[in-house]
């Protein structure tokens, strides 16, 4: 097996760090050689006022992660910690667990102290039980908080070795995916005490040190300094990542872990033998050797004797290394960050390898004699400068980290391959969604910025967007374009709220009427998928005409203004045409029917498939056979047998009328008849041009609107009789079948649910249109339909339903736009409402992927408003001693709290129906009190839904608990959660209660 076989990509990381709230704080000081230690006052006695502090560790956005207020309060500040990296990781990766990927979880935290705060604060209140503590704080449910917060399906693992509990975490994940056990897996660890501490104690011959000062590897050293932290790392098959276009931060070559066993001198003491040893196992999985290591990120705890083993066995390792190994150790800028301590390191390697930089170490001046006399090759980064690659341009590094109880892990980290060319062009579909209106319109500006800073990759940015951002509820998307197209509206945007469930769609296709030369042309010349299935189409076109199909969409589309517009009707009124009136309008018909089929085959490819087919006139010719009626070629026929036929049924008009069918019925007569009836105020009439221009006069002079469709024959009339019976007999030997997609008749005015016999074509061809009453069909089990082709069906169905979102795929003659744009649209509005594209079939060839903006949150306080209790984490005001003091973080004394929520039932009206059936108007301000206290929630109204707010199964069997408190009876759960929406919950309550107790309704 290869090397890269064996190889882990880290393609996105997240870090809270003392001073650092991201990767370019961090590395901005690293370089500086900055120490973030925060010092509050003089040492007293054995207390050390000095701490690896943590700004805004009680902030945090419940909303995003759909959360309820109070859940959020609850929760350990750690595990939102936690949520919030490896939500920004993710995003960095442009990997949403939601399209499919199995994803993995390796978590770890550190020790709570947040439990006993939140637990005295809130005791009493509802929900606030052992059982809700201990879930919402409980290590043991760090993992499985992110996999069900995020949507994460593969194994949620917590890890907790102590100080290596990082570095393990990213070994456990790392086997995870060379098992194949899921396709991306996530490595994150926590390690923040709420309240913050002040400092610590420092005892004589303990591992603090004295002075706040940590100085790994000096002559100085004395001691460690503890601080808090937390990062997340994302991690794929070196493999995937290449082929998924990933931007790769590092490669992860190899890693071991083991234990120190019994030989030392005690549980927490250290094994050089053991940390020597584990070193060798990460270089040979690896497949390196010490000669190609330059660089070592070491455990580095600043104590003497844990500092001598390591450097001793560090010695040994690299001894015939023939080169000059830097040594670093992070804790002296940060701290030692117990549980997250591998984080900080990991993630400065990432930045050294990245930047090709060695940085240098705070507080170091120089090694002690004992490490010195033995340090060979190895060498204190004392400095910044240059990390030279080797010949072929790799930087290979070592990272260690061991835990006290003695679990040793090392990682083999290697720089990044180069990146994946961009090539995606300079337009595009953006995709932005957000948890928040705010957040929105923060993430929309931070993108628009992206497009600014990076004109020629909009395609490789659009690309991300679409297949690497989680999926949330309120949704924009912006076209960006070029050329002289776009110059007068480079970013068009549109912005909508998706609901929770994908919604089915259903497929319009037109009729003739608003047909031109050129159509899809942009299509046919800019997208493979179109152009793909056009041609074979087309292909049988040729075959019945000779190729005149064909040059309707090589034609340039109109180009200057809606006067040059050039559609069917026009084209049928030119009595002077050069070729004979069967031809051109067996031209037509076909070039519609290629058209709308090529568009319907692309826009299922695409990935978004009807639910449902309504086709007018002509367009249900498509429409049977996407559904499986008729087979491809067999309609293709039949549509050009049935112009040609058209042609010899004698001359006729037609004409619109914006009016209800009912009311322009009652004027038609022996020679005129209703040929559509399409819309609430949309109908046509169509007969012998004689009858329908005296109908014209009297419509007029009703004040009615009428325009003349131009065209020359007498489309669904009995005046086409003999050319219906004719089509008839030649599609008698034609195979039928039933429709695979439901597919409701314009013909019927109902759901064609069996196979249909020649003569429902002949009816076709005579009948009236009843395009309104299969559009209402279709509506009983779509709310979303896309218009497949050039039509203006969309205005009638927006006057049966204005709920309905009905969705243009193809432009306007005099629309000076791309026939690009349009569908790149089309998917957006679509995709506003929840509609999905396969979004990787819509680039050929595919495009890089790009580092997006993170996603902008909303952080507020979750704190409880009391202060921390006293006891083990606290020391009596005025006194020093040997533990820190407990204190709230600075940072967080400066944000406002958020308002207190009442979580008890207001006194009162309830009081006295205690054991009794309440009213209506009581048991909903009962419930409503418990929702607002259970889900911290300010308003409330009856479409609420407590689920979607936050709610739990926890929470619903405190709600049944208090709907028995006041009602004395035990209501059954099926009953109270039959609709988890407040208003009908509360109905649906009240009204078990009226029925058992054999009352009547008391409102």
Known sequence: MSSDELAVAIVGMAVRLPGCDDLDQYWDGLVAGRSWITRRGRVEGEFVPAYGALAGAGRFDPTRFGMSEAEALLVDPQQRILLQLTDEALAMANVDPGQGRSVSVYAGAGRNDYERWVGTALAGRPGVDEMALEVANGRDYAATRISYRLGMTGAAVNVQSACSSALVAVHLACQDLLGYASDVAVAATAAVRVPAPRGYAAPSGGIGSPDGVCRPFDAGANGTVPGDGAGAVVLKRLADATADGDEILAVIRGSAVNNDGSAKSGFAGVNSRAQRDVVRAALDVAGVTPEEIDFVEAHGSGTRLGDAAEWASLAEVFADAGHPVRIGAVKANVGHLREAAGMAALAKVILCLRHGRFVPTPNFQALPADLARHSGVLTPSADEREWAARPDGVRLAGVSSFGLGGTNCHLVVQSAPPPAPGGGGRSGLLLVSSHSQETLEQDTEALRQAVEDQPDRVGDIAFTTQTGRRRLRHRRFVVVGEGEAFAAERLRVQTATATGATPRVGFLLPGIGSHYRGMGAGLAANMPVFAKHLDAVLDIADRLTGGTVRAQFTEPAPATTGADRIDMRALLRKRDAPVDPGQRLRELHLGLFCFEHALASTVMELGVRPAVLVGHSLGEWVASVLSGVLGVEDAMAAVARRAELITLAGPGRMLAVLAPVDEVERFVGDDVWVAADNGPMHCVLSGRPEGVARIEQVLRREGLTVLDLGTSHPFHTPQLDGAAERLG??????????????????????????????????????????????????????????????????????????????????????????????????????WLHGVEADWAKLHEPRPARVRLPRPRTAPRRFLPDAPPPPGPTSVPQGLTGAVAPAAIDPAEQAVAAAPATSTQPPPGAAEEWIGRVPGAEVLADHLGAQWRALLGLRELHPDDHFFHLGGDSLMGVH??????????????????????????MVEHVHRWLTEEEGVETDV
């Open 959 to 984: 709600l049944i608990a208090g709907i028995r408190r006041l009602s004395g009876k035990e209501v059954p759960s099926s009953v109270v959660f039959a609709s988890a929406r407040f208003g009908e």
């Open 729 to 830: 007999d030649d599609l008698r030997e034609v195979p039928l079948g039933p429709p695979r997609i439901p597919l409701a008749s314009s013909v019927l005015g109902q759901w064609l649910d069996r196979v249909p016999a020649p003569e429902y074509w002949r009816h076709h061809m005579t009948s009236r249109v009843r395009f309104r009453s299969a559009v209402r069909l279709a509506l009983e089990h779509v709310r979303v339909l896309v218009e497949i082709g050039p039509g203006t069906t969309r205005p009638w169905v927006v006057q049966a339903d204005p709920d309905v979102a009905c969705v243009k795929t193809v432009r306007q003659s005099y629309e000076q736009v791309p026939d690009e744009q349009i569908l790149m649209e089309a998917l957006g509005q679509l």
